[in-house]
Nanobody, 118 residues
Framework: QVQLVESGGGLVQPGRSLTLSCAAS????????GGWYRQAPGKQRELVAR????????TYHDSVKGRFTISRDNSKNAIYLQMNSLESEDTAVYYC???????????WGQGTQVTVSS
């Protein structure tokens, strides 16, 4: 059974930093794709950052390029999202995603709230 557990969300002032963590069980991030999505109120869920299984190639939403960094720790079977220079527009529920590289099946965490406000 696949389980994704996120942590690290919270309330932060604009310009500050926050790191999200996602620990996985039942699916190794080493060989499968990992990603972070977010959904703001009244908006569709969007891809924030993705790290490819195997190669580790990363992609980012244009709005977070240069500010956010996705990384992977194979020994802990976890992915992280380092978020710097946070803006109010980054406020959303952030979801961890794992996608089977062969099956294409998606798995989701429960979500963690990030609120950027002064």
């Amino acid at each position: 059974q696949v389980q994704l557990v996120e942590s690290g969300g919270g309330l932060v002032q604009p310009g500050r930093s926050l790191t999200l963590s996602c620990a996985a069980s039942g699916i190794p991030f080493t060989y499968n794709h990992g990603g972070w999505y977010r959904q703001a109120p009244g908006k569709q869920r969007e891809l924030v950052a993705r790290i490819a299984g195997g190669s580790g190639d990363v992609t980012y939403h244009d709005s977070v390029k240069g500010r956010f960094t996705i990384s992977r720790d194979n020994s802990k079977n976890a992915i992280y999202l380092q978020m710097n220079s946070l803006e109010s527009e980054d406020t959303a529920v952030y979801y961890c995603n794992a996608q089977g590289r062969l099956s294409g099946r998606d798995y989701w965490g429960q979500g963690t709230q990030v609120t950027v406000s002064s």
